[in-house]
């Protein structure tokens, strides 16, 4: 999943920002203002957008009035104002969940799996593909009940297509959601991730999940 | 201390002075009726002593004798106590005596003409001794005898009079102050009506609502329009002082979320999941970085907030040289402006001396001074002219900088303002600089404006009255040791 926060204080970007990797295992991508933000989140393919409403150049409101123009993303408001009318105003300009500052940030990384899950049409945490459960609150798997031991990468990539099971997912598509502006992006890579995950879950004993369709991408059902 | 009604005293002044008024009255128509009756009574006891005398006449006998004619006295006025008359000559022979005359000797008249009170067994009696002539005489025939009348008359009536004249003026008089007191009741009510309404309108009075609306009955009355207008006048400033602290509390509010959220997020970040000692150490190093901004904004807001309450009475002030201030504030700042090759020029018409502390003049020149090398660009100038019209001090502060949108001009001296926060948030600031140099400024009886348009520049100019005295040494306006201990001295 990859997530844009946009929050010109950059402390506390970061601090979201790190949270969000390692508490959720997302791509972070950081805009500054408003401008910047709303760029990034028309020019890419975010899972979430952290949009702050004191902003420099353009603020928080325009940003999501400008943005709910063209995309349906999840958006989450980070706000210092508590006033009711302004945050029903919010909610009815399209944010879809809102968070007071000073906040906590476990609770914010709760409301981002959250966001994420609805976003992708998912109401449960633990992600259901045949006998394979993915927990994306603890970020575990289990297939046929035993537990399986990922890298962070490759539950990455199983997260992802888990909450698209039975779509075909590109590499392209793949790498726009799971990495951020730092990451150099190799599509060979993804090959390497999704090699280590058939071995790992798809021993001989049991029905192949994750299917390559040659040319397209990969899907991964039942 | 007892509670006091001015109704009470009002009425109470009212009534006692209606109730003299009315002792008075009475009392004064009662002598008057006695004196009156009195003088009446007298005149009808000589009328009738007169008229008992002229009953005295001569016989036709040769020698004439005297004889009275009894029968023809006239009835007595008071049956119970009759008339007591006696006629005498002036040697003494007895002419006539009313019946009971003997009773009448309690009347002393000394031997003279005149009257005299004397009492019969508690009745009063008035008397009259007087010399008359013998009226029914012939000159040729008669000796001029001369006949002394005695007669006294009882009192009870006329003094039952006067008691009834006294009875009759007093229940009148009861009667016209009951009614004047219920009218004075009456009117002082309706008199100190404008009082109640006036605090039923202050009354409603309240932290949201600060408008006195004492009703029209108030705003007609004479003697309450001060008072209104006092009271107007003392909401318009509590409301003022009431809004900028209720503003202030909550923009500090609203201000220490984003450095709270921080600090708070870098520690939950910490405790997300186990870390090294160095990871640890790390993460508390961030999280006392995040504290000291929190910190920073805290001192601002005290520092403003002392700012803004505080006036320069009652402090110990220093005759300062304003070109010296502003360059130990440049001291300051010397590192800031080096690295962005910034160079700052200080130019004075003469000596030009404020009365202040030192310190807060710095605080002063320091923010405005950083402000002007932030935002000059890279090589640019800060110009420093400091002038005097002979009564007030100028300080102009001009950048070569982008300059200010007129939108955000007017409100860049109010606290927390960010017109465009990026600016700000790059150069670590609050928004509260300016607004501190403005209430210190104040505090001074000084002005600060701001001029500025986009791409032209930003010029702060600083009017601070003259000090009266250039002396060099320090003018200490309310001396005490501990005082100036207080002040601390930081010469850079």
């Given at each position: 999943?990859?997530?844009?926060v946009i929050e010109d204080e950059q402390r506390l970007a970061q601090n979201v920002a790190r949270?969000?990797?390692?508490?959720?295992?997302?791509?972070?991508?950081v805009a500054s203002d408003g401008e910047d933000g709303l760029f990034m989140?028309?020019?890419?393919?975010?899972?979430?957008?952290i949009l702050d409403l004191m902003l420099p150049k353009l603020d928080g409101r325009s940003v999501?009035?400008?943005?709910?123009?063209?995309?349906?993303?999840?958006?989450?408001?980070l706000t210092a104002r508590?006033?009711?009318?302004?945050?029903?105003?919010?909610?009815?300009?399209?944010?879809?969940?809102?968070?007071?500052k000073p906040?906590?940030?476990?609770?914010?990384?709760?409301?981002?799996?959250?966001?994420?899950?609805?976003?992708?049409?998912?109401?449960?945490?633990?992600?259901?593909?045949?006998?394979?459960?993915?927990?994306?609150?603890?970020?575990?798997?289990?297939?046929?009940?035993?537990?399986?031991?990922?890298?962070?990468?490759?539950?990455?990539?199983?997260?992802?297509?888990?909450?698209?099971?039975?779509?075909?997912?590109?590499?392209?598509?793949?790498?726009?959601?799971?990495?951020?502006?730092?990451?150099?992006?190799?599509?060979?890579?993804?090959?390497?991730?999704?090699?280590?995950?058939?071995?790992?879950?798809?021993?001989?004993?049991?029905?192949?999940?994750?299917?390559?369709?040659?040319?397209?991408?990969?899907?991964?059902?039942? | 201390?007892?509670?006091?009604?001015?109704?009470?005293?009002?009425?109470?002044?009212?009534?006692?002075?209606?109730?003299?008024?009315?002792?008075?009255?009475?009392?004064?128509?009662?002598?008057?009726?006695?004196?009156?009756?009195?003088?009446?009574?007298?005149?009808?006891?000589?009328?009738?002593?007169?008229?008992?005398?002229?009953?005295?006449?001569?016989?036709?006998?040769?020698?004439?004798?005297?004889?009275?004619?009894?029968?023809?006295?006239?009835?007595?006025?008071?049956?119970?106590?009759?008339?007591?008359?006696?006629?005498?000559?002036?040697?003494?022979?007895?002419?006539?005596?009313?019946?009971?005359?003997?009773?009448?000797?309690?009347?002393?008249?000394?031997?003279?003409?005149?009257?005299?009170?004397?009492?019969?067994?508690?009745?009063?009696?008035?008397?009259?001794?007087?010399?008359?002539?013998?009226?029914?005489?012939?000159?040729?025939?008669?000796?001029?005898?001369?006949?002394?009348?005695?007669?006294?008359?009882?009192?009870?009536?006329?003094?039952?009079?006067?008691?009834?004249?006294?009875?009759?003026?007093?229940?009148?008089?009861?009667?016209?102050?009951?009614?004047?007191?219920?009218?004075?009741?009456?009117?002082?009510?309706?008199?100190?009506?404008?009082?109640?309404?006036?605090?039923?309108?202050?009354?409603?009075?309240?932290?949201?609502?600060?408008?006195?609306?004492?009703?029209?009955?108030?705003?007609?009355?004479?003697?309450?329009?001060?008072?209104?207008?006092?009271?107007?006048?003392?909401?318009?400033?509590?409301?003022?002082?009431?809004?900028?602290?209720?503003d202030f509390?909550a923009n500090a509010a609203h201000e220490l979320k984003t450095p709270v959220a921080i600090l708070k997020s870098t520690?939950?970040?910490?405790?997300?999941?186990?870390?090294?000692?160095?990871?640890?150490?790390?993460?508390?190093e961030q999280a006392l970085a995040d504290m000291d901004r929190l910190e920073k904004l805290l001192h601002a807001m005290l520092r403003l907030a002392r700012a803004e309450?505080?006036?320069?009475?009652?402090?110990?002030?220093?005759?300062?040289?304003l070109?010296?201030s502003c360059q130990n504030a440049l001291d300051i700042l010397a590192p800031l402006a080096r690295e962005r090759s910034i160079g700052v020029e200080i130019?004075?018409?003469?000596?030009?001396?404020?009365?202040?502390?030192?310190e807060d003049l710095r605080l002063v020149w320091g923010n405005l001074l950083e402000n002007a090398i932030r935002y000059t660009p890279v090589g640019g100038v800060v110009r420093v002219r400091?002038?005097?019209?002979?009564?007030?001090?100028?300080v102009e502060i001009a950048d070569d900088g982008p300059g200010i949108s007129a939108a955000d001009l007017p409100h860049i001296f109010e606290r927390f303002y960010r017109g465009d926060s990026s600016r700000t948030r790059e150069t670590g600031g609050y928004g509260l600089g300016l607004a501190i140099s403005k209430a210190l400024i104040e505090?001074?009886?000084g002005k600060i404006s701001a001029h500025s348009a986009p791409q032209h520049g930003t010029t702060i100019v600083v009017?601070?009255?003259?000090?009266?005295?250039?002396?060099?040494?320090?003018?200490?306006?309310?001396?005490?040791?501990?005082?100036?201990?207080?002040?601390?001295?930081r010469?850079s």
């Amino acid at each position: 999943m990859r997530v844009l926060v946009i929050e010109d204080e950059q402390r506390l970007a970061q601090n979201v920002a790190r949270s969000l990797r390692e508490g959720a295992g997302y791509a972070v991508d950081v805009a500054s203002d408003g401008e910047d933000g709303l760029f990034m989140a028309q020019s890419n393919e975010y899972d979430l957008v952290i949009l702050d409403l004191m902003l420099p150049k353009l603020d928080g409101r325009s940003v999501l009035h400008r943005l709910r123009q063209s995309s349906s993303v999840p958006v989450l408001v980070l706000t210092a104002r508590d006033e009711k009318e302004s945050i029903v105003a919010l909610l009815n300009t399209g944010a879809d969940d809102y968070v007071l500052k000073p906040f906590d940030l476990g609770e914010l990384l709760a409301r981002c799996k959250a966001l994420v899950r609805r976003g992708k049409g998912q109401s449960l945490p633990v992600l259901k593909v045949g006998n394979l459960e993915v927990n994306t609150a603890d970020r575990s798997v289990q297939r046929d009940g035993k537990r399986i031991e990922l890298t962070a990468m490759e539950y990455r990539v199983l997260e992802y297509l888990a909450f698209r099971a039975g779509a075909v997912v590109s590499k392209t598509e793949l790498l726009e959601h799971l990495y951020d502006f730092s990451w150099e992006r190799f599509s060979n890579v993804i090959e390497v991730y999704i090699s280590g995950l058939r071995r790992k879950l798809d021993d001989t004993a049991q029905a192949r999940l994750i299917h390559t369709m040659r040319g397209q991408g990969y899907i991964l059902r039942n | 201390m007892p509670r006091v009604s001015i109704q009470r005293r009002l009425i109470a002044t009212v009534v006692i002075s209606q109730l003299l008024l009315a002792i008075g009255l009475v009392g004064g128509s009662v002598y008057l009726n006695h004196r009156l009756l009195r003088r009446a009574f007298d005149n009808g006891l000589r009328e009738r002593a007169m008229s008992v005398a002229a009953l005295v006449r001569y016989s036709e006998e040769t020698p004439p004798r005297l004889i009275f004619e009894a029968d023809m006295v006239p009835p007595p006025l008071e049956r119970d106590h009759p008339d007591m008359y006696q006629v005498t000559t002036l040697p003494g022979a007895v002419v006539a005596n009313s019946p009971d005359w003997a009773r009448a000797s309690a009347f002393d008249d000394a031997g003279k003409n005149g009257y005299g009170d004397f009492n019969i067994a508690g009745v009063a009696y008035r008397g009259l001794r007087l010399q008359v002539p013998i009226f029914d005489r012939e000159p040729d025939v008669h000796t001029n005898d001369i006949l002394v009348v005695r007669y006294a008359s009882p009192l009870d009536q006329v003094n039952r009079e006067v008691l009834m004249a006294g009875v009759y003026t007093g229940i009148g008089t009861a009667i016209l102050l009951l009614l004047g007191v219920a009218f004075a009741i009456w009117g002082m009510r309706r008199g100190l009506q404008p009082l109640a309404q006036l605090a039923n309108g202050a009354a409603l009075v309240s932290p949201s609502h600060w408008e006195l609306k004492p009703g029209p009955e108030v705003l007609n009355t004479t003697e309450l329009a001060p008072l209104t207008d006092a009271m107007r006048r003392m909401l318009d400033g509590l409301e003022r002082a009431f809004n900028q602290q209720r503003d202030f509390v909550a923009n500090a509010a609203h201000e220490l979320k984003t450095p709270v959220a921080i600090l708070k997020s870098t520690l939950q970040l910490l405790l997300q999941r186990p870390r090294t000692v160095e990871q640890y150490r790390a993460g508390l190093e961030q999280a006392l970085a995040d504290m000291d901004r929190l910190e920073k904004l805290l001192h601002a807001m005290l520092r403003l907030a002392r700012a803004e309450q505080g006036s320069a009475a009652n402090r110990e002030l220093e005759v300062i040289d304003l070109a010296d201030s502003c360059q130990n504030a440049l001291d300051i700042l010397a590192p800031l402006a080096r690295e962005r090759s910034i160079g700052v020029e200080i130019t004075r018409d003469g000596a030009t001396v404020a009365c202040a502390d030192a310190e807060d003049l710095r605080l002063v020149w320091g923010n405005l001074l950083e402000n002007a090398i932030r935002y000059t660009p890279v090589g640019g100038v800060v110009r420093v002219r400091i002038s005097s019209d002979g009564e007030r001090a100028r300080v102009e502060i001009a950048d070569d900088g982008p300059g200010i949108s007129a939108a955000d001009l007017p409100h860049i001296f109010e606290r927390f303002y960010r017109g465009d926060s990026s600016r700000t948030r790059e150069t670590g600031g609050y928004g509260l600089g300016l607004a501190i140099s403005k209430a210190l400024i104040e505090a001074y009886g000084g002005k600060i404006s701001a001029h500025s348009a986009p791409q032209h520049g930003t010029t702060i100019v600083v009017v601070l009255p003259l000090a009266q005295q250039p002396a060099e040494p320090a003018l200490t306006l309310n001396a005490s040791a501990a005082n100036s201990a207080a002040v601390p001295e930081r010469r850079s």
